[in-house]
């Protein structure tokens, strides 16, 4: 193990480092030799990748990766990350900063296109569907700790941080596809010793936090369904970006695209976008906008000529099917609650500077029907009388909530210059979504905690029709 970690990439110039390691490495050891082949694996799960790619993923203490077995046929997987201990990313943005640990080996197959069954050790795993008609969609679901906006949730208590039920209740659907857009990791600063809510929670950027925000309680929901990542502001380099990297990216994991050398942040901090395949009408773009703003940048800035780039990729990728739907986490043109009920924040001012410059007013490429987003940390449907996408937020499965919005947005209320919302319906309490292919069309379905439907929205094209479902209904 020590071996291991001494060959890990590391940051150049890091401080003490050696004095890092010595202080870790007894714990790392003691944690690879207690591990027996029945809980040597932490986390198992499937990623869905671009052009109808797959990657089976195993987070475990063990030294050496497992065995999979593929439709009756043992295979071995590979070394994506090994352990590794690293100074501390934040910068000094939060008041305690600490090493950041990974004890832990990632590792990794490209699945085989039409697997059926797959098990890796204890862990019966689902394998990708040819045809999507059911589709999870989750967001903002860690337990928020952070010391620089003294906000701390109550981790501990199941109804003030109800991830793991949001999980079981969305593993009980039966999904094709879980859909994250982006939030994953949340606990980045200690909890203070006067709450309770929150006591022996970890923290930091390490596996342990990962652990307790990710793949302790959403193990029924991982195991369900393979797995769509959107990257989140919160897995951007300077935060809880070497997680993402080691363990739920679609891309090969390299030191250039691990996050844990600075250095490397202007290309590990955006990623090009890719699409996955529905069916043959239908495709989702997936856009990285984790370094995203709130204001509109300059043609100068670096960050404008870099999501430029992008986004003309995703115009090109949005040419290869008559229908595609744009997910991204920062919503393009949602809205924000403000602690005023007659205003709302409008759409993100960064993201749509740079999109205005492909295409003016209507922001996206004309083949995209809908967008979905998460980042606001409730339910919004917006559908709009201008030339606009529909619009779904979808941040409101685990993280604090932020407040919420009146019955009705403010009158003259635009998400961007032009773009005239005629359908709105919202709510702040914490729940999960459905997408479901009904016919020909598709049914968005916003749910409570427990899976009961709340509003139901009817998709059609880029327009949606909503209503509330009376008393809930699974």
Known sequence: ???????????VGCVALVSLLTACAPTLQRNESAASPQDAIQAAFVVQADNGNAIARVVTVAASCPMIDIDGRARAMQVRAAAALLPSRSGGKQADNKAVAFPVLTCETTLPRGANTLQVGQHALR???????????????????KQSDNAFQDCNDPKKWPFAQIARSAAALQPDLVLHIGDIHYRESPCPTTRTGCAGSPWGYGFDTWNADLFQPAQPLLAAAPWLFVRGNH??????????????????WTAARSCDDPAFDDGADYSDPFSVRIDPALQLIVFDSSK?????????????????????????????????????????????????????????????SVMAASHPGRLFPAAVDVAMHGHVHLFEAISFSSDHPATFVMGNAGSASEGGFGEHLPVGAQAAPGAVPDVFLSRPEFGFASLDRVGAGWVLTERDVDGR??????????????????????
Request: glycine share 8%; charged share 20%.
């Open 292 to 352: 995203a703003g709130s204001k509109a940048y300059a043609p100068t800035d670096a960050s404008y000529k870099k999501y430029l780039a992008n986004m003309q990729q995703a115009d090109r990728l949005s040419r290869q099917a008559p229908h595609n739907f744009f997910i991204n986490h920062h919503p393009v043109l949602g809205f924000s609650p403000t602690r005023n009920p007659a205003e709302v924040k409008p759409g993100n001012g960064s993201l749509q």
């Open 453 to 474: 439907a709340l509003i139901r929205c009817d998709v059609e094209g880029s327009k949606t029709r909503c209503k509330k479902v009376q008393g809930g209904s699974h």
């Open 235 to 252: 897995e951007s380099c300077a935060r809880a970006g070497q997680g993402w990297f080691r363990f739920v990216d679609t891309q090969p």
């Open 127 to 145: 394998a990708p569907r040819d045809t999507i008609n059911h589709i999870v969609i989750i967001a903002d679901t860690g337990c928020r700790m």
């Open 1 to 11: 193990m020590q071996n291991r970690i001494r060959n890990a990439s590391l940051p």
